[in-house]
């Protein structure tokens, strides 16, 4: 069902924990769905230094929060507020159609959690 890189993300997750003094934090799903994503950003001069997840779910969506850290930490909050779900699903490489809200979250997660930054920072 699943594939390689799905399975290397979801049994070995890359930034899993919380940032204690984190600059934004999002947190998207619902315990109803199943699927809970939270995440914790450390940006300075608008580059997201540290990004860190803690998901409540499936295997495809502890996969895909942990790709979508991956790929924006680094990344200007610009950039990463440009990753769209495609971008999850691509760079896992797939995932089953009834799994692909799992990357819809991902997206929303990163979203939800620079949100939170941007209204810290006004």
């Known amino acids: 069902m699943y594939n ?6 979801f049994t070995n997750p890359r930034n899993v924990g919380e940032i204690e003094d984190a600059d934004g934090i999002g947190e998207v799903g619902s315990p109803q769905c199943g699927d ?8 300075e001069d608008n580059i997201i230094k540290d990004i860190k997840f803690k998901t409540f779910g499936c295997a495809s969506a ?10 924006v930490k680094g990344k200007t909050i ?3 507020l ?5 971008d999850v699903v691509d760079a896992l490489g797939g995932l ?3 799994k692909v ?3 819809v979250l991902a997206e929303e997660a990163i ?9 810290k920072m006004k």
């Open 4 to 9: 390689e890189t799905v399975m290397e993300h």
């Open 36 to 43: 809970i994503m939270k995440i914790f950003l450390k940006v």
């Open 62 to 71: 502890i996969a895909s929060s942990s790709i979508m850290t991956d790929m």
């Open 78 to 80: 610009e950039e990463a």
């Open 82 to 86: 440009a990753l769209t779900n495609k």
């Open 96 to 98: 089953p159609k009834p």
């Open 101 to 103: 809200h799992c990357s």
């Open 111 to 119: 979203r939800s959690a620079i949100e939170d930054y941007k209204k």
